[in-house]
C-alpha cells in the first residue's frame, strides 16, 4: 500500500479552513474536443481499459488452469492464455507507442530545435463518492448528509476537471487546486479506525497497467505526478528560438524535476512502476539534463557575433549536456527500468548523447580554426592558449597549441570526431522507428553532420603529411546549473469545500466526540464558567457548584450551539454576546466533548512561535488563516501524565490570550 512521508503542514499551512465560496472556478479542458492531445487522451483511455479487460482474462484462465485436472480443458485453456498473452503484448506495444508519441507535445512553430522528451498524463476512472462520504457525514458527524450534497458535487466536478487539465498555468493551477483538497479530504474523511470504501484507480503512464488502492495517498501521489508531467509538455512546447522562450522551458523542466523529487522523497511503496523509487529517480535526472540542453541552447542563441570564448563556451556546455544524458542513459538501463522505459526514450537519450558531444568537438575545431592567426597577435599574456589547453579534459600530446599548425592540426582531430559522433547519432536515429517520423530531428541530426563535413574539407589539403592528432575528450562545464524547484503550493489557494462540518482543530475523521444538549440558566454569582478561544469556543473552567456546573457543563467542552444557532465557526465575542443575554428561562446549549477529553486532564498553555499564513497581511483574533491572514498564535492542549499513554495532543487557534478569554 502507497504511503506518505511527507508532512501535512506544507499543505495545512498554505490553505485556507473557512470562509469564501465551495465552487471551484478552474474547469478542465472538454474532453471531446478534436485536438491532436484530446484524441490521444481517449485512444489511451480506450486502451488502457482493454488492457485492463485482457488483464482480468488472463488472471481468470491462469486460475482455472491451476484448479482443472482434467488435460483436456488444461489444454483448451493454455491455447486461450496464448491468445490472451498475444493481444495483451499487441496493446502494450501500440499504448507504448502512444506514450512514448512525442510530436504531439512540441511546439508547433517551424523553428528547428531538438525535440524535448515529455510525459503523458496518468489516467484514472471516474468516480461517485456520493455514498461513502454521506455515509460518513451521517455516522462519523451526526449531521443529515443530505445537506452536503452540494459540497460532495463540488469535489467530485473538481477531480472529473483534474483528470483533463489544459498545457498552461491554468492546468496547473487545477491539479494544484485539487492536490490541496485532498488535505482536507484526508483529514475530514479519512480515519484510521474505518475504510470508506473508496478505490482509486491509476493507470501507469507508459504501459497503462491499471493499479487501485484504498490509500489516499495514492491518488495525492498519482496527481503530484501529473504534476510534473503537465510541466514537460508546458517545456516542449516552447518555442525555443528566442531567449524569453528558452527561460519558460527552463523553468518548466525545474518545476518537473521538483515535482518528481518531492514525489520521491514523500512518496513510498507506490503500486505502478511510473511512481517507484528508480523510475523517479530517472525522470529527476532526464528533466534536469533537459534542463541543461536549453541552457545550452541558451548559449548557442547568443553566439550572434562569433569569439573565442564564446565557442569555447558552447563547446563545454555542449559536453555538459553529453554527460547529463550519459546519466539518464545510466538510470534507464538499471534492472527494474530496463525493459520498462520505452525504447523511443532510449534511442532519443543516446542520440542526444553523440549529437552533443560531436558539437562540443565542433566548436572547439572552430575555435582552434578559425582564430589560428589571431592568437598569436592579441594574446600577449598566453591567456587564449591556456583556455585552449584547459578546455580539454588533458593536455594534447606532442602538441604545441602556439604553434598555429598544430592548432589546426588538432582541430581537424576534433572534427574528426564530431562526424563519428554525428554519424552515430544518425545511425541511431535510423534505428528507431518512432523517432524516424520525427522530421525535425532528422532535420536538425542532418544539418550538424553536413555543417562539420563541410568544415573539414575546407580545412583538409591533399599534400598534408603530417602525423594525424589526436584529440582529447572536451572538458564539460556549465555557467548555470539547474536549480530544482519543489512544489509551491501556497500559490493557489483553496477554501475547505466541506467547512461546514466545522473547524478541522475538532471536527476531523480523526477525532472521536460525544454531543450533549444542556441548559444553562443563569444565577446570582453568574454562570460560573470560563471561555477560551473560538471556532469553536472552549469551556476552559467551570467553577464548583456553579450555574454551569450543574447544568452539566465541563472543563474541555466545546459550546458548538447556543438556541439552535450554529457556533461552530462564531468569534469568541459572538459566543459571549449569546451568553450574557441568558434570561431566566435559560439557555440550551449543544457541547462536544472530544472523548480523550473525559479522563481527568491538565490544561498547559504554551504559546508558541507565530506561525505565518501564507498571504501576509494581518489577522483578525479568533479566526483560522483565510485569505489575507497571516499570523495566529497556537496553543496546545496536552492532558498531563494521560497524555504520555494515550499519545494525544490537541492543538487550538487562540488569539491574544486577555482578548479571548471570559469568566462568568
Not at 541543461?292 to 547568443?302: D, M
Request: glycine letters at 6%.
Amino acid at each position: 500500500m502507497m504511503s506518505e512521508s511527507g508532512s501535512e503542514e506544507d499543505i495545512s499551512a498554505l490553505t485556507a479552513e473557512s470562509g469564501g465560496s465551495t465552487e471551484s472556478i478552474r474547469k478542465g479542458c472538454d474532453p471531446l474536443a478534436s485536438t491532436q492531445r484530446s484524441k490521444l487522451q481517449q485512444r489511451r483511455a480506450k486502451l488502457n481499459q482493454q488492457i485492463n479487460r485482457e488483464l482480468r482474462l488472463r488472471t481468470g484462465a491462469e486460475n482455472l488452469y491451476r484448479a482443472s485436472t482434467n488435460p483436456k480443458v488444461k489444454e483448451t485453456v493454455a491455447l486461450e492464455l496464448s491468445f490472451v498473452n498475444s493481444n495483451l503484448q499487441l496493446l502494450k506495444e501500440e499504448l507504448e507507442e502512444l506514450n512514448s508519441n512525442m510530436n504531439v507535445y512540441q511546439t508547433e512553430s517551424e523553428t528547428v530545435n531538438v525535440p524535448m522528451i515529455p510525459l503523458g498524463l496518468k489516467e484514472t476512472k471516474e468516480m461517485d463518492l456520493t455514498v461513502p462520504l454521506q455515509d460518513f457525514i451521517r455516522e462519523h458527524y451526526s449531521e443529515d448528509a443530505s445537506l452536503y450534497l452540494n459540497e460532495i458535487r463540488v469535489f467530485m466536478e473538481l477531480r472529473q476537471a483534474m483528470r483533463t487539465p489544459s498545457r498552461n498555468d491554468a492546468g496547473q493551477e487545477l491539479l494544484m487546486e485539487y492536490y490541496n483538497q485532498l488535505y482536507f479530504l484526508d483529514q475530514r474523511f479519512f480515519s484510521p479506525h474505518r475504510s470508506l470504501g473508496i478505490h482509486f484507480h491509476w493507470y501507469d503512464s507508459l504501459t497503462g497497467v491499471p493499479s487501485v488502492q484504498r490509500a489516499l495517498a495514492f491518488e495525492k501521489g498519482s496527481v503530484l505526478f501529473n504534476i510534473g508531467a503537465l510541466y514537460t509538455q508546458i517545456g516542449a512546447r516552447q518555442d525555443r528560438s528566442t531567449l524569453p522562450a528558452i527561460q519558460n522551458a527552463i523553468d518548466a523542466f525545474q518545476r518537473a524535476a521538483g515535482a518528481f523529487l518531492y514525489l520521491q522523497e514523500n512518496f513510498s511503496h507506490a503500486p505502478s512502476l511510473d511512481m517507484s523509487t528508480p523510475a523517479l529517480s530517472m525522470l529527476v535526472r532526464l528533466m534536469v539534463a533537459q534542463v541543461q540542453e536549453c541552457v545550452c541552447e541558451q548559449v548557442l542563441l547568443n553566439m550572434q557575433d562569433n569569439n573565442l570564448n564564446l565557442l569555447l563556451q558552447a563547446a563545454q556546455e555542449a559536453a555538459r549536456v553529453s554527460d547529463v544524458y550519459s546519466l539518464v542513459l545510466q538510470a534507464m538501463s538499471v534492472p527494474l527500468l530496463k525493459d520498462y522505459v520505452p525504447f523511443s526514450w532510449i534511442s532519443m537519450v543516446q542520440v542526444k548523447t553523440h549529437h552533443f558531444r560531436a558539437l562540443a568537438h565542433y566548436y572547439t575545431a572552430v575555435a582552434l580554426c578559425d582564430y589560428s592567426g589571431v592568437i598569436d597577435e592579441d594574446d600577449d599574456e598566453g591567456q587564449q592558449i591556456q583556455a585552449l589547453i584547459q578546455i580539454h579534459s588533458r593536455r594534447p600530446d606532442k602538441l604545441n597549441l602556439q604553434d598555429p599548425e598544430d592548432r589546426l592540426r588538432l582541430g581537424k582531430a576534433h572534427l574528426r570526431k564530431a562526424i563519428i559522433r554525428h554519424e552515430e547519432a544518425l545511425r541511431l536515429h535510423g534505428v528507431c522507428k518512432m523517432l524516424r517520423k520525427m522530421d525535425i530531428l532528422q532535420e536538425v541530426l542532418s544539418y550538424a553532420h553536413a555543417r562539420s563535413l563541410e568544415k573539414y574539407s575546407d580545412i583538409d589539403h591533399e599534400d598534408d603529411f603530417c602525423e594525424v592528432a589526436e584529440a582529447p575528450e572536451i572538458q564539460s562545464h556549465t555557467h548555470q546549473k539547474p536549480d530544482i524547484k519543489t512544489p509551491d503550493f501556497s500559490v493557489v489557494r483553496v477554501t475547505d469545500i466541506f467547512h461546514r462540518l466545522g473547524p478541522l482543530s475538532v471536527f476531523s475523521a480523526r477525532n472521536r466526540w460525544v454531543g450533549r444538549h444542556v441548559c444553562l440558566v443563569r444565577g446570582e454569582a453568574g454562570l460560573g464558567l470560563t471561555l477560551r478561544g473560538d471556532s469553536p469556543v472552549l469551556v476552559a473552567g467551570v467553577s464548583p457548584g456553579g450555574c454551569a456546573a450543574e447544568a452539566g457543563l465541563r472543563e474541555g467542552d466545546y459550546i458548538v450551539a447556543v438556541n439552535g444557532e450554529d457556533c461552530r465557526w462564531a468569534e469568541h465575542a459572538e459566543v459571549v454576546h449569546a451568553l450574557k443575554s441568558c434570561t431566566e428561562k435559560g439557555q440550551e446549549l449543544d457541547v462536544i466533548t472530544l472523548q480523550t477529553h473525559e479522563v481527568e486532564r491538565k490544561l498547559i498553555l504554551s504559546p508558541s512561535a507565530d506561525k505565518e499564513c501564507p498571504s501576509g497581511s494581518q489577522r483578525k483574533p479568533g479566526r483560522e488563516c483565510e485569505r489575507g491572514s497571516t499570523s495566529l498564535w497556537n496553543w496546545s492542549w496536552r492532558s498531563g501524565g494521560v497524555n504520555k499513554r494515550l499519545g494525544s495532543t490537541f492543538s487550538l487557534s487562540f488569539s491574544n490570550f486577555r482578548e479571548n478569554e471570559s469568566m462568568f
